[in-house]
Nanobody
Framework: QVQLVESGGGLVQAGGSLRLSCAASGRTLYAMGWFRQAPGKEREFVAS????????YYLDFVKGRFAISRDRAKNTVYLQMNTLKPEDTAVYYC???????????????????WGQGTQVTVSS
């Protein structure tokens, strides 16, 4: 069993930055990912990182602005979000999924555990 707790969300002006954190407890041999869900929209993939940390993937819209990383010693994954846009407003969810050490997961149904979500609001 894995428990995930997100933090770091908030209100920021367009062009600003936020760093989300996801602390994991329990077994941590998982690929980790971030998804987001805006009102009235489906939950979408944002970024993921392999258990080894060597591979990562990003939604095209956030490439060059967001960076995912993980600290295995702290069992924590981060999402650094820069140059935020109003379109980035959503609830952001952390997720964990079983995979090979070098594999990052991109599909929602590949993930086994989810956090409760943290709100990110970007004002124009």
């Amino acid at each position: 069993q894995v428990q995930l707790v997100e933090s770091g969300g908030g209100l920021v002006q367009a062009g600003g930055s936020l760093r989300l954190s996801c602390a994991a407890s329990g077994r941590t041999l998982y690929a980790m990912g971030w998804f987001r869900q805006a009102p009235g929209k489906e939950r979408e993939f944002v970024a993921s990182i392999s258990w080894s940390g060597g591979n990562s993937y990003y939604l095209d819209f956030v490439k060059g602005r967001f960076a995912i990383s993980r600290d295995r010693a702290k069992n924590t994954v981060y999402l650094q979000m820069n140059t935020l846009k109003p379109e980035d407003t959503a609830v952001y969810y952390c997720a964990a999924g079983r995979s090979l050490p070098g594999t990052a997961l991109t599909r929602r149904n590949e993930y086994d555990y989810w956090g409760q979500g943290t709100q990110v609001t970007v004002s124009s």
